[in-house]
């Protein structure tokens, strides 16, 4: 079982920066493919970043390409995504995720374990 614990969300200006952080307990997160999800108020919750167990590959979605960054540091067991150049339309609550021995999926389905989410309100 693994407890996955987000934090560092907030409200922030446009073009500002956050970075969140992901605090997993119970397993080595260096194990697992961990993804970043986020869901707009009123919408359906969707891919923003993921990073494979093995290789460290990341990827991210299109709209945040070049702004945010997903980041693993095993010795801490802790996820991070760096986000810069934020905009209005990046308000959401994000949750990470995280699938045992996943290559960074872009689906949500494939992930075992979800935290309970840090909200993000950009502000223009």
């Known amino acids: 079982q693994v407890q996955l614990v987000e934090s560092g969300g907030g409200l922030v200006q446009a073009g500002g920066s956050l970075r969140l952080s992901c605090a997993a307990s119970g397993r080595t997160l260096s194990s697992y493919g961990m993804a970043w999800f986020r869901q707009p108020p009123g919408k359906e919750r969707e891919f923003v970043a993921a990073?494979?167990?093995?290789?460290?590959?990341?990827y991210s979605a299109d709209s945040v390409k070049g702004r945010f960054t997903i980041s693993r540091d095993n010795a801490k067991n802790t996820v991070y995504l760096q986000m810069n150049s934020l905009k209005p339309e990046d308000t959401a609550v994000y949750y990470c995720?995280?699938?045992?021995?996943?290559?960074?999926?872009?689906?949500?389905?494939?992930?075992?374990?979800w935290g309970q989410g840090t909200q993000v309100t950009v502000s223009s």
């Open positions: 995720a995280a699938e045992y021995r996943g290559s960074g999926s872009a689906l949500s389905r494939v992930y075992d374990y």
């Open positions: 990073i494979s167990w093995s290789s460290g590959r990341t």
